[in-house]
């Protein structure tokens, strides 16, 4: 096998087509440099340069040669600087999770927040419900993660990102929108209602409950995602408790009303990560969305 020196040798003769010349850009005599030629075309054994008293030619194996041996000096210098940059996390791969409703709030700053910090740092996006991120993260498919509470706190280690309030989305016109007062449980006592799905979105399914006495017999859709209840109540459908940041979907028809006895600051977004992570680049972002002690 040849080796770099070898390589760095033949480029030099390569480009200046004179071994005199090539021996003085690389700071050596002409008879060492002849012999790494010639022990670089036996290990290849191929012909690369045709030479007399008068000049110095590259064959076509030689000019096939050039172009791949430039490629291979070129990773061989950069090797090193890659190998730093990826232990102090300036470098690398994040397997990212996130929950389609963080899309309409955080994931957009955090992803342009990395990409100028860290240009370095490549982002793997996997859109994931909460269940899904901690079994990526325990199965090491993941590095962080965008999720809802509740999680094992003995395995992850977590920080809060965002939080925001819930809102009632009701299409414009409604009634409801005309009170011009928080809304009430009594109000929504016969309003026809859109509700989060209690297996694909638990999260939201939960809150609602636990916040508000829902009237079961008044569901009449019961769907997953953010977008689709905003959707459906643009369509006259009903109404749904969404989290405020639904506002940025910028639907038309849709008005965003103030629950009432609903605490502000309800809906919360953490970003989870596994305790035994040794991604360097997991670091340097936490370290970027402001984790103490990542």
Do not use: C
């Not at 470098?91 to 899309?103: E, K, M, N, P």
């Not at 993260?137 to 309030?165: K, V």
């Not at 694909?200 to 409950?209: C, H, P, S, W």
């Not at 979907?249 to 989870?272: C, F, N, P, R």
Request: aromatic letters at 4%.
């Amino acid at each position: 096998m040849f080796t770099l020196d070898q390589a760095r040798s033949f480029i030099a003769v390569a480009e200046e087509l004179h071994f005199g010349r090539a021996a003085l850009r690389l700071n050596m005599t002409q008879p060492p440099l002849s012999r790494q030629i010639q022990k670089l075309e036996r290990e290849v054994r191929v012909d690369l340069l045709e030479r007399d008293k008068r000049k110095v030619v590259l064959t076509a194996g030689g000019r096939a040669f050039l172009e791949e041996a430039r490629k291979l000096v070129a990773a061989a210098d950069r090797a090193p600087n890659t190998a730093r940059r990826m232990a102090e996390g300036s470098a690398g791969i994040i397997r990212l999770g996130f929950t389609a409703a963080s899309g309409y709030s955080l994931l957009g700053p955090i992803l342009r927040e990395i990409a100028e910090a860290l240009p370095g740092v490549d982002v793997e996006l996997q859109e994931l419900v909460t269940s899904e991120q901690v079994q990526a993260l325990s199965h090491g498919d993941l590095d962080l993660g965008l999720a809802r509470p509740p999680f094992d706190t003995d395995r992850f280690q977590s920080h809060l990102l965002f939080s925001e309030d819930l809102r009632l989305a009701v299409p414009s016109g409604h009634p409801l929108d005309a009170l011009r007062r928080p809304v009430t449980a009594a109000d929504l006592r016969d309003t026809p209602l859109i509700m989060h799905s209690p297996t694909k979105a638990r999260y939201f399914y939960d809150l609602a409950v636990r916040l508000m006495p829902i009237e079961h017999h008044n569901v009449v859709h019961t769907v997953s995602q953010i977008l689709t209840m905003v959707a459906l109540v643009a369509a006259g459908r009903g109404v749904a408790i969404v989290p405020e940041s639904a506002r940025t979907l910028h639907l038309e028809g849709v008005s965003y009303l103030q629950l009432e006895g609903v605490a502000s600051d309800a809906v919360q977004l953490h970003a989870i990560w596994n305790r035994e992570s040794t991604n360097p680049a997991l670091a340097r972002v936490l370290d970027l969305l402001g984790v103490s002690g990542a």
